[in-house]
């Protein structure tokens, strides 16, 4: 089964570390000492060669993280200085704080005591998930300050200022990491919005918690069960994710003909270019057959690929007779097919709730129309790009676009699978973190940040036509608008630079054959 590697909000995470200290089996202290342990070796790692540091530690755990990296660079010969703040943490940070106190002076969290030789390397341990609210006063101006260096620097757990629940930075202020070193498993924040791009390369340390992750309660020394607070139900997709059952469902048998993968017709429409490409892809991806919809006859001298068949479809009644073909497995409508023409395809095409996928042109139609609204069905996938799920979903927009005050904030995540429990259809929003939310809570994450020449016009056809091809295999949407949003940014990936979106469906068997398919 498609799965992916779990993502955890701050609230599972904190749930699992203390289910974990509840059965007794380890305290809070040997986290934050494995914690640190594990930053200190990255950075070692990195930086193999001791050299100066400055650690940054704030008021909670994340700063008593910070004294335990600190404590262990100097161990390894760096040459360590601490800013800190004067409060008292929790029992187990201000032991870490003691430790360090042993060993060397802790300076005040200043601005004004940031190092200035460009090459000094910065820990940030001032804020993790505990963030609550925008960073304020002097801690503010340091984070400035800190957002404006160009000194490599290290987070522990995130960037400070980042709500990891949602990847947007409680306020304006928002510095950059080169590498950040997160525990256990990846938070949401460190794969969406600003996070995807702040957090540098992400490092995921075990600190021994899996076994409480992976059991949803545990039990407390006194015989009393910890439930997690909610199902983890995000995952983020990469191609080593992929397991046997899929790859076999990728491939073909020997024994199989074209319909046993599948008939996909793909509307076409104003711009056929568009359709042509969606076309292209469902047949790269394995669809048995795909036809072309045109709205005029096909009379004109037909562009390649040969493979394609051509099918004159104009009028409502022409779309409801072509469906009845039962070989028919999944449709496409949306892109370059014009919004009248999606309109007036739409009703037949959704009464028959085969799978479909609605992209372009079909959004802007179901944006305007109430009725084409409530005619969507489980069958369906929305692939809408930010400005299409804007005109869908305008009150949830909106809640994006505001700073927020107060963690955790409003996350696309969130937005993705209001958006998909509203609809009740799977749908997929674009970016170079493409979320695909189920309407049963589930929802995965496509990172893509590697791959900036996919931002070309026409991309999105071809992902509409990979999704199409796939459901007319008969994966189902959510593993069809998944494993579509993969092999898309893959396919990308391999290319590289000078990609333009016809070079996309041609990259599909190197994908294929990378996978193993
Ligand atoms: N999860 C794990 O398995 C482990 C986590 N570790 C590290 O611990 C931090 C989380 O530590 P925590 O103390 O809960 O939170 P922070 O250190 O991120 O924040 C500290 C406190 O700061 C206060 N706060 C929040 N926002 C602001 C702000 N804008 N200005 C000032 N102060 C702020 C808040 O307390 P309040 O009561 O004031 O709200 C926070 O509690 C995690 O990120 C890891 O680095 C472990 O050590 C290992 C295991
Ligand atoms: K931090």
Redesign the pocket.
């Known amino acids: 089964m498609l799965k992916g590697t779990e993502i955890l909000s701050c609230a599972q995470?904190?749930a699992?570390?203390s289910a974990?200290m509840a059965s007794g089996e380890v305290t809070?202290l040997e986290?934050?000492e494995?914690?640190?342990r594990a930053v200190a070796g990255q950075i070692r790692l990195r930086w193999p060669k001791p050299g100066r540091v400055t650690v940054l530690c704030?008021?909670?755990?994340?700063?008593?993280?910070g004294y335990?990296v600190a404590r262990r660079l100097h161990r390894a010969g760096w040459r360590v200085r601490v800013l800190g703040l004067e409060n008292t943490?929790?029992p187990?940070?201000a032991k870490m704080k003691r430790l360090w106190q042993e060993i060397g002076p802790i300076l005040p969290l200043e601005a004004n005591l940031l190092p200035t030789a460009p090459d000094d390397l910065i820990v940030d341990?001032?804020?993790?998930?505990?963030?609550?609210?925008?960073?304020?006063d002097a801690?503010a101006a340091l984070l400035t300050q800190l957002a404006d260096v160009t000194n490599p620097l290290v987070a522990?757990?995130?960037p400070?200022?980042l709500c990891?629940d949602s990847g947007r930075f409680?306020s304006q202020i928002a510095p950059r990491a080169v590498l950040t070193i997160?525990?256990?498993s990846l938070k949401t924040g460190h794969l969406i919005d600003a996070g995807l791009e702040h957090c540098g390369k992400v490092i995921v340390a075990d600190?021994g918690?899996s076994h409480w992750r992976r059991y949803r309660q545990a039990t407390r020394p006194d015989g009393k069960d910890v439930t997690l607070p909610r199902r983890i139900t995000s995952h983020h997709l990469r191609i080593s994710d992929l397991d046997p059952d899929t790859m076999q469902q990728l491939g073909k048998q020997s024994s199989a003909h074209k319909f046993s993968h599948g008939h996909a017709l793909i509307i076409s429409g104003m711009a056929p270019g568009a359709a042509r490409l969606s076309a292209r892809a469902a047949l790269r991806v394995g669809a048995g057959l795909v036809t072309l919809c045109p709205e005029e006859p096909p009379l004109d001298i037909p562009t390649p690929p040969d493979a394609l068949m051509r099918r004159w479809l104009d009028e409502p009644e022409d779309m409801a007779h072509a469906l009845q073909d039962t070989r028919v497995t999944a449709l496409c409508i949306g892109p370059g097919c014009g919004i009248d023409r999606a309109a007036a395809l739409l009703p037949p095409a959704l009464a028959a709730r085969g799978p479909c996928v609605l992209d372009a042109d079909a959004l802007s139609a179901i944006a305007i129309d109430p009725n084409l609204w409530d005619a969507l069905h489980d069958g369906c996938v929305l692939t809408p790009h930010g400005g299409e799920f804007a005109r869908l979903f305008p009150d949830l927009t909106r809640r994006l676009s505001d700073i927020p005050a107060t963690?955790p904030a409003w996350s696309r995540l969130d937005a993705a699978q209001e958006a998909a429990a509203r609809s009740g259809t799977c749908l997929l929003l674009k970016g170079r973190d493409t979320i695909i939310a189920a309407p049963f809570e589930q929802a995965r994450i496509v990172t893509s940040l590697d791959t900036p020449w996919l931002a070309t016009a026409g991309a999105g056809d071809v992902l509409a036509g990979i999704i199409t091809g796939l459901l007319a295999r008969g994966f189902n949407p959510f593993d069809a608008a998944s494993l579509g949003a993969l092999i898309h940014a893959q396919a990308a990936r391999l290319f590289g630079p000078g990609l333009i979106a016809d070079d996309l469906p041609d990259m599909i068997p190197q994908v294929f054959r990378q996978m193993g398919v």
């Open positions: 995470m904190r699992i570390e974990a809070g986290l934050m494995r914690a640190g704030g008021p909670g755990n994340n700063g008593g993280d335990v943490p929790g187990d940070a341990a001032i804020f993790g998930i505990g963030l609550t609210r925008p960073p304020e801690i522990i757990d995130c400070s200022g990891l409680l997160t525990f256990d600190i918690l963690g």
